[in-house]
């Protein structure tokens, strides 16, 4: 994962969080990166696409997203925030 990643999904899921969730999505679907991918999966939730959902939670290695998904939203911007706050070896590792 790369900062740039990183950052692209953190906006994606501002943009989400802001009611574009089209423009969330653009950020993420032409990034491999698993940070994207789960940015990825939540979007196909919100779509009412549970098998595109699946796919990418899988890519990302992340349990299926369930529940209101604003509170899916704010737990995945809490972890890859996190992750923004690590040194870059504890980032590449997790």
Do not use: N
Request: proline fraction near 3%; charged fraction near 30%; charge should be positive.
């Amino acid at each position: 994962m790369t900062e740039d990643s990183l950052r692209r999904a953190l906006q994606a899921l501002a943009l989400i969080a802001a009611d574009d969730v089209e423009g969330g999505h653009k950020l993420v679907r032409d990034d491999s990166s698993r940070v994207c991918a789960w940015v990825h999966a939540h979007v196909h939730r919100i779509q009412g696409d549970p098998f595109g959902a699946l796919y990418f939670y899988l890519r990302a290695r992340k349990p299926i997203g369930r529940g209101a998904h604003e509170l899916e939203r704010r737990a995945i911007e809490a972890a890859l925030t996190s992750l923004l706050k690590k040194p870059d070896d504890a980032r590449a590792a997790g």
